[in-house]
């Protein structure tokens, strides 16, 4: 029974690890490729920035992530930039990204470097929070 259990947690240990590991790496990939993105041509550097990938059909899209990134537009103001993305529209973007659900968000620094990635609804103050660790 406990070597049952050992490698049930040995497995969820393995598959946690591998999930961080392919996170930094897509971080690491779009970061290489940031500055000639078309995507962020009109941002004012100095400024973080949350890039928002949406489709029409996701329902906490819409009923959580859109609602938390209006309180932290509200809440921060010119201190943040915020740019939606629909996958379905532009799917090319969302691929060069490594975006496959929706919603994800990912936090830029001023210098448009991708520090953080949420795959899923992130509140506002996560949001937050990842933002003022990059400012």
Known sequence: MIER???AVGIMTLGAVAWI???RLNLRRIGAQANADPLLESLRPGVPVVVYFTTP???PCRAQQQPALKALEHEMGDQVQVIKVDAVERPEVADR????SAPTTFILDGHFHPRH????VA??????R???TVA
Do not use: D, H, S
């Open 5 to 7: 259990l050992l490698i």
């Open 21 to 23: 590991i392919l996170n």
């Open 57 to 59: 059909f996701c329902a």
């Open 97 to 100: 990204w490594g975006v496959f």
């Open 117 to 120: 990635v949420n795959r899923g």
């Open 123 to 128: 509140t506002a103050e996560v949001l937050k």
């Open 130 to 132: 990842q933002i003022q």
